[in-house]
Structure formats: structure tokens, C-alpha cells
């Protein structure tokens, strides 16, 4: 696990684009899994700059979102999928046919799930996967207790979670979704290569648990300590609580200048 501290949620977004759109380049038919929230907004910025001025191709690229919410339409301001198209894709050209992200109106959620599990696999994998950290140490919508080994699946949002969403619904914690379909840990530790992104105060306590705390299911992103290329992009604030966060900016600060981007 590489940790990336710098000054701002912004120049961390920059630095964590520059990744994404070097695979982009040498690789056109990418496979990327993508997040939602707030979190990966600066980034996705920073890639719809890169493909309007720097002409950026997303046309072959294949995408996988993390998780939807149960209940919520696609068309519906809160889905993912609004989400996703109004932040992300229509400032850019990827084509819809390869743009994936659970049906959260599924009448078979079982059977949905393990047909998204095969789409990933069809399209070889994922190469990049993008992903936040809940307060709670949660990724996609694993919660805390999660197993390391599950699959793409409905999954029951915790009151903390739903709390931390209610600032989406006008925060009505009432009009906030129990349930969703998410990927799994499993999933998720099958791509190629994991960017996490974390900013902000509010996170610090889950970054250290992540990154310096034991592998536990009570804190799912801790599971990153085995991937073979993960990497987490924070802040100032997000590396607060971190007590190697010196270390980690030297070490960065003394890569080779090639390896910044890999």
C-alpha cells in the first residue's frame, strides 16, 4: 500500500487523475471501476479537463460502478446511475454500451448480482478500480463485518451510513435507501490495481485504522494492506492521525519521477 499525502483534496485529485490517465493511455480499452459521493468529484473533474483539452479517448473504456441503492430509479436524482451521467460521462465520450452500474430495480437481485459479477469478468477484469472511505472504514457499501471473500450482493446500510448520506436527501435521513447492491471485498480486491481517495478531517480516523491498524472486518478497507498496487491519495487533514505520515511523504517526495504517475 503507497500512501500519497498532499496539501489538498485538489492537488490529491490531480495526482490521483494523472494515474488513471496514464492506464487510460497506454491501455484504451481499459476496464475502470468507479465510485460515487462527493469524495471522487475533483478527480472526475480533472479527467473531463484532460479529455476537453488534452483530448483524453474514453471511447473503448469499459466502466463498473461500485454500488447502487435499492429502490431508487435510474432516472431518480439520487441514483448512482443520475449521478455518474450528470458528474461524469456525458462531459466525456465514453460509449454507453460500456458503461455498467447495478440495477438497483431488480425484481432478482440474486440473479442481477451474479450476471454483474460475469459482466466484470467477460470484459477481463477490472484494471483500476476507484474507491472512498466511509467514516466507518466501509468501502463500496461493505460494512464493517463484511467478508473479505464477498461478491457483488444487497447489502443493509448501517444508521451511521445512512446518517452520513442523509446530506444527499436534503437530510432526511427518511428518504435515504436501507439497502443497496454493492461489489463485493472480494470484487474489489480482484482489480488490477485500487486508488483510494479520502479527504478532509473527518476521515483521518478511518485512513489510520486502514492503513496503520490490524486487517479486520470491523474496518473492510484495512483488506488494501494485501493488495499487490493499492494506492491512497489524501490530504493534509485526511493524514493527521497518521503516525508514519512523514515517512510516506519522503518516500514519495524520492520516487523517480517516472514512477509518480504508474
Given at each position: 500500500?503507497?500512501?500519497?499525502?498532499?496539501p489538498?483534496?485538489?492537488?490529491?485529485?490531480?495526482?490521483?487523475?494523472?494515474?488513471?490517465?496514464?492506464?487510460?493511455?497506454?491501455?484504451?480499452?481499459?476496464?475502470?471501476?468507479?465510485?460515487?459521493?462527493?469524495?471522487?468529484?475533483?478527480?472526475?473533474?480533472?479527467?473531463?479537463?484532460?479529455?476537453?483539452?488534452?483530448?483524453?479517448?474514453?471511447?473503448?473504456?469499459?466502466?463498473?460502478n461500485?454500488?447502487?441503492?435499492?429502490?431508487?430509479?435510474?432516472?431518480?436524482?439520487?441514483?448512482?446511475?443520475?449521478?455518474?451521467?450528470?458528474?461524469?460521462?456525458?462531459?466525456?465520450?465514453?460509449?454507453?454500451?460500456?458503461?455498467?452500474?447495478?440495477?438497483?430495480?431488480?425484481?432478482?437481485?440474486?440473479?442481477?448480482?451474479?450476471?454483474?459479477?460475469r459482466?466484470?469478468?467477460d470484459a477481463?477484469g477490472?484494471?483500476?478500480?476507484?474507491?472512498?472511505i466511509?467514516?466507518?472504514?466501509?468501502?463500496?457499501?461493505?460494512?464493517?463485518?463484511?467478508s473479505f471473500?464477498?461478491?457483488?450482493?444487497?447489502?443493509?446500510l448501517?444508521?451511521?451510513?445512512?446518517?452520513?448520506n442523509?446530506?444527499?436527501?436534503?437530510?432526511?435521513?427518511?428518504q435515504?435507501?436501507?439497502?443497496?447492491?454493492?461489489m463485493g471485498?472480494?470484487?474489489?480486491?480482484?482489480?488490477?490495481s485500487?486508488?483510494?481517495?479520502?479527504?478532509?478531517d473527518?476521515?483521518a480516523?478511518?485512513?489510520?485504522?486502514?492503513?496503520?491498524?490490524?486487517?479486520?472486518?470491523?474496518?473492510?478497507?484495512?483488506?488494501?494492506?494485501?493488495?499487490q498496487?493499492?494506492?491512497?491519495?489524501?490530504?493534509?487533514?485526511?493524514?493527521?492521525?497518521l503516525?508514519?505520515?512523514?515517512?510516506?511523504?519522503?518516500?514519495?517526495?524520492g520516487?523517480?519521477?517516472?514512477q509518480?504517475?504508474?
Open positions: 500500500m503507497e500512501i500519497i499525502i498532499q489538498s483534496k485538489q492537488a490529491a485529485s490531480i495526482t490521483a487523475a494523472r494515474v488513471v490517465a496514464r492506464l487510460v493511455r497506454e491501455k484504451p480499452r481499459a476496464v475502470l471501476g468507479l465510485a460515487t459521493g462527493s469524495t471522487p468529484l475533483p478527480l472526475y473533474h480533472e479527467l473531463i479537463r484532460m479529455h476537453q483539452e488534452e483530448g483524453l479517448d474514453f471511447s473503448e473504456v469499459t466502466s463498473f461500485l454500488d447502487e441503492y435499492v429502490g431508487l430509479e435510474a432516472k431518480h436524482e439520487q441514483s448512482y446511475h443520475s449521478f455518474m451521467w450528470q458528474n461524469f460521462f456525458r462531459h466525456i465520450n465514453i460509449d454507453p454500451d460500456r458503461v455498467y452500474i447495478p440495477d438497483g430495480m431488480t425484481t432478482n437481485v440474486v440473479a442481477s448480482c451474479a450476471t454483474y459479477e459482466a466484470i469478468v477481463g477490472i484494471d483500476l478500480q476507484i474507491l472512498g466511509g467514516s466507518d472504514g466501509h468501502i463500496g457499501f461493505n460494512e464493517p463485518t463484511s471473500a464477498s461478491r457483488t450482493r444487497i447489502k443493509t448501517t444508521q451511521e451510513t445512512v446518517v452520513d442523509a446530506r444527499f436527501f436534503d437530510d432526511d435521513e427518511s435515504v435507501p436501507r439497502h443497496c447492491i454493492t471485498i472480494g470484487t474489489i480486491m480482484d482489480a488490477r485500487n486508488i483510494m481517495l479520502a479527504f478532509g473527518g476521515k480516523e478511518a485512513i489510520a485504522a486502514m492503513v496503520e491498524g490490524p486487517v479486520a472486518a470491523m474496518v473492510p478497507a484495512s483488506i488494501l494492506q494485501h493488495h498496487n493499492a494506492k491512497v491519495f489524501i490530504d493534509d487533514c485526511a493524514a493527521s492521525q503516525k508514519l505520515a512523514d515517512y510516506y511523504r519522503w518516500v514519495y517526495a520516487k523517480p519521477e517516472w509518480q504517475d504508474a
